[in-house]
């Protein structure tokens, strides 16, 4: 081979090794199922200014932190959150252990032939079928229970397993935060072992960026192996309303300069964003969008109030989706 | 230029920027500071055996989990936590707000003129001044009197800032780990904010990775900006004993495959190595170096007696560190 021809190929090589890619990355769009107009705008123009060195907005690398609500922000939260169907099938499952339960609200409501309708039940119920499945027992046993439920369960609506469910142009959001530096968190008023169960496979979240409502638990050994009991009880703050900028201070010790919510529950998370002083982004997903998830404001009606004030992006599904699933679900691929 | 000249160019190139740093890894010495022994050889067999690829003990690189004690694990801890001289400088800064101290103990113990001598208080009087000195105020003025704390205070044996008290090997090996793909999380008894205030800058860990007691937040609103405001009370469990693996479990969601600590405090976490069936290193620091450190068993007698049975590896300072700190203390400098 002659020299000339050699360092030809060192040329194409140099070409197609470093070139070419740094050249993609800024030429390709980081948010293709995302509509152009005003969420996407805002968000670009943000990343833009608080990554760009020598910016007055610049924000230095270990400061990027981003925090996401799971449910409604990050996947679909209806027709009830995951969880819950996660209650009701251990609730099932552990029912021949409870006869009594048979004559026993709020267990005879579960058990009955129509037990996934649990819209009459109180707070008070609820938190007694978290407890009555999900205290009680080994952390072991606990986080083999997702993993079986994961495995099978499928959001009967949409008709997709769980972690289909989730939004690719939040995805996308994720992947362009995470390459220009930030990490992000996700914070959920669940508890963090039902998300940990797919966040790493789904979102590229590792299962210690996953804050949510702890359990108490009780350490003990057999023989010489630990065993951590999950004790009937929450670990206070429950990760919820001004418990989420609480959990976010204690696990992170950081305040987002980023926070995307959908609703009153994420309020004092979104208002954290502000916390550091630094240039930041709230953004509030609007479910709007009947035909291809769901159209509610329930449950978002305070913060949907607040954020014209406290200058938080409200993002319409219908409007800034340019699709909702990487997964079209069943009953969409029906219609058409 | 010839070509000739121009192709040798780009061979020096790739032997500089991919050869050598390639083999200069493979043949540097990882752990200098160590000597040869039985600890260092544990560690280098154990690391080599979870990374190398086919290995039957291999553990994918999300399973890589490790955790250190902070305070005589990292870092020396005698004649006094470096926490405890925080308390004392923030008593006698808060002391003219609080006429009454001066006769009340244990405040007035602190504030006496040889008030560095707390060996005769009792845990409830160290836990009042715990809370006196770092509850009712807001968490950022808490991290602030952290930041002017460490800006100066010195230990006051070893005459050196509190962050040069770290020990050069421990540094070594978390450098090591991390190169291996493991994640480093620091689990102290002490508050989180002590040890943030100086963790990115001297072990490299991101303040996320740093495990603590947590005080209880309130949170606040002060027009529309957030306030955390530290409660008279700890978030359960505090960071000791069963508390560390339990606080690991919530906040990392695994179990350390290497955990390494100094005191019966870390019982639970050493024996926590074993939790996720993985092949996995627990080691236990032992100071019997009065020459250049310190001497002391106290407070590590059950652990040094469950170390044999439980295949815990007893790393002996004298033995084990060929040198003990990056920067020599004065005293040590001195005697030379």
């Known amino acids: 081979m002659s020299r000339r021809i050699r360092t030809g190929w060192w040329v194409v090589l140099w070409l197609v090794v470093v070139v070419a ?71 099932r499952e552990l029912a021949p252990q409870h006869p009594e339960w048979k004559e026993q609200p709020p267990f005879a409501t ?73 990490r992000i968190f996700v914070c959920s008023a669940a508890g963090p072992e039902m998300i940990r169960g797919f966040s790493e496979k789904t979102y590229g979240v590792p299962r210690e960026n996953v804050i949510g409502s702890d359990m108490q638990m009780r350490y003990e050994l057999d023989g010489a192996m630990p065993v951590l009991m ?14 989420k900028p609480i959990n976010i201070d204690r696990v992170v010790g950081r305040s987002p300069i980023l926070a995307f919510g959908n609703s009153d529950g994420d309020i004092e998370m979104l208002e954290f964003a502000a916390y550091s002083g630094r240039p930041h982004l709230a953004l509030l997903l609007r479910h709007d969008d009947a035909e291809r998830e769901f159209a ?30 990487a997964t079209p679900p069943p009953r969409q691929r029906e219609a058409r």
Do not use: C
């Not at 309708?117 to 046993?141: I, Q």
């Not at 109030?305 to 406290?310: G, H």
């Open 230 to 243: 999950r004790e009937p009880n929450f670990t206070p703050p429950t990760n919820d309303r001004g418990g």
């Open 21 to 91: 890619p740094a050249a993609a990355a800024g030429a390709a769009d980081p948010l293709p199922s995302w509509r152009d107009g005003p969420a996407r705008r805002a968000i670009l123009r943000f990343v833009a200014a608080v990554t760009r060195p020598g910016s007055p907005d610049f924000v230095p690398r270990a400061e990027r932190i981003a925090t996401f609500d799971n449910d409604g922000t990050l996947m679909a939260e209806k027709p009830e959150y995951f969880q819950l169907y996660f209650i009701i099938e251990r609730i």
């Open 296 to 325: 509610y404001d329930e449950g978002a009606e305070q913060a949907l109030a607040l954020a014209p004030d406290r200058g938080w992006i409200v993002v319409s599904m219908r409007e800034s989706f340019r699709r909702v699933f």
């Open 110 to 182: 579960v058990l009955a032939d129509d037990g996934d309708d649990l819209t009459g039940l109180s707070r008070a119920d609820l938190e007694r079928l978290v407890l009555a499945s999900s205290a009680n027992l080994s952390e072991k046993e606990y986080v083999a229970s997702i993993e079986r439920f994961l495995d099978h369960a499928r959001n009967p609506e949409l008709g997709l397993p769980f972690p289909k469910t989730v939004y690719k142009p939040m995805l996308e959001l994720l992947d362009f935060l995470r390459a220009r530096g930030f």
